[in-house]
């Protein structure tokens, strides 16, 4: 399919900018190099050849490696900020009448640009305050964090709704549509209320003079005595209630890719699943995020990498929401861009092809589906909590967490990646299939 053939691109992309950034020896021997010495390395013996590219594969290990924080948080800076337009972008097309899109849905996403905003502050106040940065403050690394949290959290609600409906509505079950479905409304004071409690958990320890290393929530889930364990905490470690944030981000983002899957089903638009694809790379830019605070937030250059997923990421979202508007009917003001251009009548009937009940994380929304909201809710916490404290105490039982390994922080963020996305592939293939996570 087009966009899993733009996805491989951008990544081939990424990859490139990712050279370019991190090699300034290569890049200046590029830009500078005269003629005299471009005819040179020309007429090298293949050995030379081959001992100068070595030699840049070190240089650009090397600046890895051995990339500071500042250097880091430099990097990331401007993808953070260019990911901004492709989201917005995302959000027109999603929102667009023709899609149908359930309007707390729609609330969901957009509250993504809540977190964004409001973490901004927090960052400043972290560097002003403690001259450190906003992963190495638990209390207020926790407060803004929640915020993405409340993103999903609300996503998922909006959409498990508004799938309950649709799918009671085809088995012929009387139901009555919830109000998520056509009114902002619900998910908007839904949003405010989560916001405002977030607020107060950065709000009333500030006031009351937290310091740099203060626990989230003062620690309260955490194992109140010194755990024996291979190794001591360090100081900057994420308290309990901080990682069941982290976790329940991930697992709330891979639940609201099934039910996007889902959606396409009770649609009979498959171009729904495009948006699952979509959605691909932001949740490794998750996984990158937890794997940074794995390691005790001691590899600096996976700051940018999750800056480039983030970018990557709004970017493969827009496209799939373009596609989905496009398919509904929508034609852009701007007239058709060949490259994306999609038939209007490219919706088939899908419904005899439903995926069956599956066991991945993603599928919780099914296995869940005769809970209430509140009961939903409460499971999907108490398991991540569950994983906080293994992730929290049992890591200290390694070594590899306390030795900042490059190689496998990077077989730790797409190893569960390219899994994830194989997956996709064969339920896109065979829809039958269970799965293995």
Same mark, same amino acid.
């Given at each position: 399919?087009? &966009?899993?053939? &733009? /996805?491989? @691109?951008? @990544? /081939? *992309?990424?990859?490139?900018? +990712?050279?370019?950034?991190?090699?300034?020896?290569? =890049?200046? +021997?590029?830009?500078? !190099?005269?003629? !005299?010495?471009? +005819? !040179?390395? #020309? %007429? %090298?013996? %293949? #050995?030379?050849?081959?001992?100068?590219? @070595?030699?840049? &594969?070190?240089?650009l290990n090397n600046s890895i490696l051995t990339m500071d924080q500042a250097a880091a948080e430099t990097l990331a800076g401007p993808f953070f900020g260019l990911s901004l337009f492709p989201y917005l972008a995302f959000l027109y097309f999603l929102n667009l009448p023709q899609n149908e899109t359930p309007k707390g849905v729609t609330v969901g996403f957009a509250t993504c640009l809540l977190f964004v905003f409001l973490t901004i502050p927090a960052a400043i106040g972290a560097k002003v305050w403690y001259g450190v940065s906003l992963a190495d403050s638990d209390w207020l690394h926790g407060s803004a964090e929640s915020l993405l949290t409340v993103t999903n959290l609300v996503t998922v609600i909006a959409f498990r709704q508004a799938l309950s409906y649709k799918e009671q509505e085809m088995d012929g079950v009387g139901a009555s549509m919830p109000e998520s479905m056509v009114s902002y409304r619900p998910m908007v004071n839904l949003v405010g209320v989560l916001t405002a409690l977030a607020g107060l958990t950065a709000f009333i320890p500030g006031l009351m003079g937290a310091e740099v290393h203060t626990p989230y929530l003062s620690g309260f889930m955490d194992i109140p005595f010194q755990v024996s364990a291979r190794h001591p905490e360090p100081e900057n470690a994420l308290t309990v209630c901080c990682w069941v944030i982290h976790i329940t981000s991930l697992v709330e983002f891979l639940v609201a890719m099934g039910f996007c899957w889902r959606w396409a089903d009770v649609s009979n638009n498959p171009k729904w699943r495009g948006l699952t694809w979509g959605l691909l790379p932001l949740h490794s830019s998750?996984?990158?995020?937890c794997t940074y605070h794995l390691f005790y937030n001691s590899i600096p250059v996976l700051v940018p990498l999750q800056a480039m997923l983030t970018c990557l990421g709004n970017t493969t979202a827009m496209f799939a929401a373009y596609r989905i508007a496009v398919s509904n009917g929508w034609s852009a003001p701007w007239g058709d861009i060949l490259a994306l251009n999609e038939d209007n009548d490219s919706k088939t009937n899908i419904q005899e092809e439903e995926s069956q009940s599956l066991v991945g994380?993603?599928?919780?929304?099914?296995?869940? =589906?005769?809970?209430?909201?509140?009961?939903? @809710?409460?499971?999907?916490? =108490?398991? *991540?909590?569950?994983? #906080?404290? &293994?992730v929290k105490y049992g890591e200290l039982w390694f070594d590899f967490p306390f030795e900042s390994e490059l190689y496998l922080s990077l077989a730790i963020i797409f190893i569960p990646s390219l899994l994830n996305s194989f997956k996709w592939w064969k339920r896109s293939q065979d829809p039958s299939f269970d799965g293995w996570f």
């Open positions: 399919p087009r &966009l899993q053939l &733009l /996805l491989i @691109i951008a @990544i /081939l *992309c990424v990859a490139v900018v +990712t050279v370019d950034a991190f090699a300034p020896p290569i =890049a200046a +021997t590029r830009h500078f !190099a005269t003629k !005299a010495t471009a +005819t !040179a390395h #020309s %007429m %090298m013996p %293949m #050995s030379d050849v081959l001992q100068n590219t @070595i030699l840049n &594969l070190d240089q998750g996984i990158t995020a994380f993603e599928d919780l929304g099914d296995a869940l =589906a005769t809970d209430n909201d509140w009961t939903f @809710i409460a499971k999907l916490f =108490a398991g *991540c909590a569950v994983a #906080s404290y &293994l």
